[in-house]
């Protein structure tokens, strides 16, 4: 989720098909500029290398989210069912899920932080049995890290509370744009 | 740009598909949505949001505005 500004000039977006980094690409209406998906940063064209404000989002399962904020509004395509995208949580339901509930494979998941130069994957794996919120420090700002099981989801705030922008993704599209990402261990 | 995943990168012309706009709203209890279902959630001010995962896979982006600044949501 980014705040789609450049500066102070509102930009609209639409899907730009081809990729980079194995990751999607979107354009604005206003420059014609190519920005990637995962960092939020300009590619091509007159705004390249420009960035996004990422804006705190969680992904998480409606289940989790309405609970949480049951005044919640929800957007709807009037007309369209959408195309499924689950998740396959072993942690919920029974071990072996029905083939009708089969979902993507979360075990390659994680929380990506990408703070003051360092980038820090707190794999999902790691992270989804933990009781209480976990202490890391990422770019020299101490965090904790938030995990809801149930959910499938994680969000990281500061100190004070706040919610920071950080993204649930695959292991993989991370290290694509954060090579030198470091992965959380349990002493970080 | 890459045409698909894993490719090589390659000079494409590459098409845009433009994102409808103004997409309703509804309050929880309106929507048939399963507990499973993705949503990506944000909150502003005090009011809270919820995109269907399931309507981002189809445009990729949205260009919305919940608060009172425009966001473009993608996943």
Redesign the interface.
């Known amino acids: 989720?980014?705040?789609?500004?450049a500066g102070e000039q509102?930009?609209?977006?639409?899907?730009?098909?081809?990729?980079?980094?194995?990751n999607?690409?979107?354009?604005d209406r206003e420059t014609k500029s190519?920005w990637s998906?995962l960092d939020g940063k300009a590619v091509i064209g007159e705004l390249a290398g420009e960035p996004?404000n990422a804006?705190?989002?969680?992904?998480?399962?409606?289940?989790y989210?309405?609970q949480t904020?049951?005044?919640?509004?929800?957007?709807?395509?009037?007309g369209?069912?959408?195309?499924?995208?689950?998740?396959h949580?072993p942690d919920v339901g029974s071990p072996r899920p029905q083939f009708a509930?089969f979902?993507h494979n979360p075990s390659q998941l994680g929380l990506g932080v990408a703070l003051n130069g360092e980038a820090v994957f707190f794999a999902w794996g790691k992270i989804r049995g933990a009781k209480k919120p976990i202490e890391a420090t990422v770019g020299g700002t101490a965090l904790r890290i938030f995990v809801d099981k149930a959910g499938?989801t994680a969000w990281a705030e500061t100190e004070s509370g706040e919610?920071i922008a950080a993204i649930m993704t695959y292991r993989k599209s991370w290290l694509a744009f954060y090579p030198e990402t470091q992965t959380y261990r349990a002493k970080h | 740009m890459q045409p698909m995943p894993g490719e090589d990168l390659a000079l494409i012309d590459a098409a845009v598909r433009q994102t409808p706009a103004n997409f309703p709203f509804l309050e929880a209890d309106q929507v048939k949505l399963r507990n499973r279902d993705l949503v990506l959630g944000i909150s502003q001010d005090g009011e809270h949001w919820a995109i269907p995962i399931r309507f981002l896979g189809l445009y990729e982006v949205l260009n919305l505005r919940l608060g009172k600044d425009p966001v473009a949501a993608t996943w």
């Open positions: 989720m980014y705040a789609a500004k509102e930009m609209v977006f639409d899907f730009a098909t081809g990729l980079i980094n194995d999607l690409l979107f354009v190519i998906q996004l804006v705190p989002s969680l992904q998480t399962t409606w289940g989210w309405k904020h049951p005044d919640t509004k929800v957007m709807t395509v009037p369209h069912p959408g195309a499924d995208y689950l998740y949580n509930e979902g499938i919610m």
